[in-house]
T-cell receptor, first 117, second 115 residues
Framework: NAGVTQTPKFQVLKTGQSMTLQCAQDMNHEYMSWYRQDPGMGLRLIHYSVGAGITDQGEVPNGYNVSRSTTEDFPLRLLSAAPSQTSVYFC????????????????FGNGTRLTVT | AQSVTQLDSHVSVSEGTPVLLRCNYSSSYSPSLFWYVQHPNKGLQLLLKYTSAATLVKGINGFEAEFKKSETSFHLTKPSAHMSDAAEYFCVVSDRGSTLGRLYFGRGTQLTVWP
């Protein structure tokens, strides 16, 4: 049982490049989400999904796209990278936000450290 | 509207002394509250959660937190700090009135433990 797996661990991009951050979980969790962590800002929600085929925007969605074609995978796409997207990105999943009444804890991956130059 | 305020961005204690990390929240509904810990270069790990059962919640590694509705607080404590407790701690509130499970994170408290 691997939990939440994020790849790559580190990435350097030039401004304007695109890339996809991968996230996979093997716990059959319905809820998956992407956060970015910046110094002094805590974690901010980018996008989330309550099940396959369902996604929605969080606090800071601009510049990012997501899709959820399977329960296991929730990739985050940067369409045209900007220096403001330099951050540490965390994927997190939870059993079921809706049925559990929002009290299911999140399981986090180890993060992807992204630098945009 | 929901929000979380962690009152200290940094806390320093000596090993063996008590730890207090403070968290205040605002929520329109009956909240679920969590504390997570993040060690360097790692993801976040759940320490404990409050979901309207007992107001004093015990977590892993000797941590506990008390939900005080009248003070809208959920402070994290530990009687005796250990060097391995040095990490960043996040208070999180979940609004159980919403069906889509938005979580709101505090900005974090960095705990330093001196030998």
């Amino acid at each position: 049982n691997a939990g939440v797996t994020q790849t790559p661990k580190f990435q350097v991009l030039k401004t304007g490049q695109s890339m996809t951050l991968q996230c996979a979980q093997d716990m059959n969790h319905e809820y998956m989400s992407w956060y970015r962590q910046d110094p002094g800002m805590g974690l901010r929600l980018i996008h989330y999904s309550v099940g396959a085929g369902i996604t929605d925007q969080g606090e800071v969605p601009n510049g990012y796209n997501v899709s959820r074609s399977t329960t296991e995978d929730f990739p985050l796409r940067l369409l045209s990278a900007a220096p403001s997207q330099t951050s540490v990105y965390f994927c997190a999943s939870s059993y079921s936000i809706i049925r559990q009444g929002l009290n299911s804890p999140l399981h986090f991956g180890n993060g992807t450290r992204l630098t945009v130059t | 509207a929901q929000s979380v305020t962690q009152l200290d961005s940094h806390v320093s204690v000596s090993e063996g002394t008590p730890v207090l990390l403070r968290c205040n929240y605002s929520s329109s509904y009956s909240p679920s509250l969590f504390w997570y810990v993040q060690h360097p270069n790692k993801g976040l790990q759940l320490l404990l959660k409050y979901t309207s059962a007992a107001t004093l919640v015990k977590g892993i590694n000797g941590f506990e937190a008390e939900f005080k509705k009248s003070e809208t607080s959920f402070h994290l404590t530990k009687p005796s700090a250990h060097m391995s407790d040095a990490a960043e701690y996040f208070c999180v509130v979940s609004d159980r009135g919403s069906t889509l499970g938005r979580l709101y994170f505090g900005r974090g408290t960095q705990l330093t433990v001196w030998p």
